[in-house]
């Protein structure tokens, strides 16, 4: 009788040890499941922000020249109220981390009559410190419409900040100064307005 209740109670510890034995491996099912469902979801939205890596946008800017007249701006060169709008359209693509390379096309408008004056052509390498603060480098070529006269080169170097939202929308504040022959001779403040994909 005796042995028949220790073997009884023995099948029983049994049947709860392969039942806690069954739980857990449930569990762990369930947890493997878990733990590869969020990895691709981590994985997918890894990939989404990887690939957020081209822009397009516009830029506008009112420009003041640094001297009180010079070549080859003429007579948009006046101080102390702006002496041109500069507005333009770019493409940069996003190749490292910190490095972004894009080009455009920029036109510096009288300020008083808004007569396209001078059309530009920037080749734009820009350095991304973080999320929000970036350096430009874009040496360009430069040509006058009144007289279409040999095109020079200068270029525009830049500081700028930008704000990204959730749905690929970017903002920029950029001050800047344009370099004609590479001697600074205009300075302004770019708002820009673009489309992150």
Known sequence: ?????????????????NLLKKAARMLLVVL?????FANAALYAQTEQAEKKKETFGIHVAPLFA?????EPLGELGKSYRPSA???????TKQWTKRWTFGSGIDFIA???DFEVAIISVPLLFRYNFNKYIYA???????????NFSTPF??????????YEFDNGLVLSLSPYTRLFYFIPLAAGI???????F
Request: aromatic content about 16%; proline content about 2%; glycine content about 10%.
């Open 32 to 36: 493997g499941e878990l733990f590869l």
């Open 190 to 196: 770019s708002l820009g307005a673009a489309y992150r």
């Open 110 to 112: 009288n300020y008083d």
């Open 153 to 162: 080169i200068g270029g525009k170097i830049a500081l700028g900040f930008e």
């Open 1 to 17: 009788m005796y042995i028949c209740f220790i073997n009884f109670k023995e099948k029983m510890i049994m049947k709860k040890m």
């Open 85 to 91: 709008i500069d507005f333009g359209i770019e493409y």
């Open 66 to 70: 640094l001297f009180e007249s010079h």
């Open 136 to 146: 430009d480098i874009a040496p360009a070529g430069y040509l006058v419409l009144d």
